[in-house]
């Protein structure tokens, strides 16, 4: 089984030298009485939020531990099962690792009924960034038609999603990304109403009161820092931000928001912090209706598949570049 490691502990932005392929003896069989499940992994998540489990001190605790198995989100195939939930032939979603075999005890996995759909659907729009997007916009935001909505790192797995969420809502969506190519994607493809590039249009105070002369009822945050200050300032009265994710502070341990407090208590604006899986109660409703809005076509599939098991460590490194259009994830093999 080979499988991908990191060498050291990661302070700052990963480079793919950070990372080893590594090679351990593996059974493909089950040892009788036991209850853990081999899984063959075919897709595989990559996910921003790792790199701070790399670091010397991971974050809240948990730690990825240089030469072991890194556990991901993915989509896999049973090949052997002790675990009455699971059985061989099934396919599987959740805990899987960025290897090509797993071995699981059936802790946040289940079974897979892809629906008629691609395997990869159940990763990105229709897994946890698609959960991420639905919950955080519609569970915290608590949106309403008309009102105006900013979305940082708008072309990301989860910020395209909030975006289209909030076009089929009747909101005024504007988006930021790292590229003229993926603003002309935003509103050419994804029909936000604007975008900008944050790397050219670099006073965001003014381009957020360019594209916001009425001020910004929600806005959901993918990166923290100077993005998160401009946001806060051009809130509306009574306005919401979701905190999803904070990528620029996520490498740079010198860069944290300055947040004006007297305009967060003036203007009356909540700000709340969330974890997907703390709302796995809605995966039935997600699953629904975004799986309706796929089939008529109001939901675009954004998806950047790099393949073989080789390409995790430059997929991952990637994201920190900008270098993902959508949901990144590799394919490490064939059903
Ligand atoms: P993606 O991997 O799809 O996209 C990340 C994008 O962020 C990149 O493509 C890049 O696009 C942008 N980016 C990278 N570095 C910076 C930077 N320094 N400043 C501004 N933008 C940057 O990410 P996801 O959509 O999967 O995740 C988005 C955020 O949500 C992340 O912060 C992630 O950790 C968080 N998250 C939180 C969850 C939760 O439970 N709270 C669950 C899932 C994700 P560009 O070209 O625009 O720069």
């Given amino acids: 089984n080979r499988y991908v490691a990191i060498k050291a502990p990661i302070d700052g932005v990963p480079k793919e ?23 063959k992994n075919l897709y595989v998540s990559i996910d921003p939020y790792h790199v701070n489990q790399m670091k010397t001190t991971g974050a809240l605790g948990r730690t990825i531990v240089p030469g072991e198995v890194i556990n991901s989100y993915g989509v896999g195939k049973v090949i052997a099962s002790g675990n009455p939930r699971f059985a061989k032939g099934d396919y599987v979603v959740g805990n899987i690792s ?14 897979l009924d892809p629906m008629g759909l691609p395997l990869s659907y159940h990763i990105g729009v229709l897994g946890l960034s698609g959960l991420t997007a639905y919950a955080g916009f ?28 909030a076009k089929q809502l009747g ?13 002309k994607l935003l509103k050419e493809k994804l029909g936000f109403d604007e975008a900008f590039n944050y790397k050219e249009d670099t006073d965001l105070n003014s381009a957020l009161q360019r594209y916001f002369p009425n ?9 923290g820092a100077q993005m998160l200050e401009a946001a806060i300032s051009n809130m509306n009265l009574y306005g919401r931000v979701a905190v999803c994710g904070a990528i620029s502070e996520y490498t740079d341990s010198e860069k944290h928001a300055k947040l004006d407090m007297l305009s967060i208590i003036y203007k009356r604006i909540i700000i709340q912090g969330f974890i997907t899986h703390d709302y796995m109660n809605l ?25 073989g098991i080789e390409s995790v460590p430059s997929a991952f490194v990637g994201v920190f570049h900008g270098n993902n259009v959508g949901k990144r994830i590799v394919k490490i093999a064939d059903d």
């Fill in 17 to 39: 030298s950070d990372f080893e392929l590594m090679n351990q003896k593996f059974s493909l069989s089950i040892k009788r009485g036991s209850k853990e499940i081999i899984i």
């Fill in 171 to 183: 909101c005024y969506v504007v988006g930021c990304a790292g590229s003229p190519k993926k603003v």
């Fill in 215 to 223: 001020g910004i009822d929600i806005y959901f945050d993918n990166v």
């Fill in 138 to 165: 519609f569970d915290i935001c608590k949106p309403k038609r008309g009102e105006t909505v900013f979305v940082s790192a708008a072309s990301g797995s989860v910020g395209n999603l909030v975006g289209q969420y």
């Fill in 283 to 307: 995966f039935p409703e997600f699953v629904s209706k975004t799986v309706d809005y796929i089939l008529v076509g109001k939901i675009h599939v954004l998806e950047d598949v790099l393949i």
């Fill in 98 to 111: 960025w290897g090509e075999y797993s071995i699981s005890k059936g802790f946040f996995l289940r079974k």
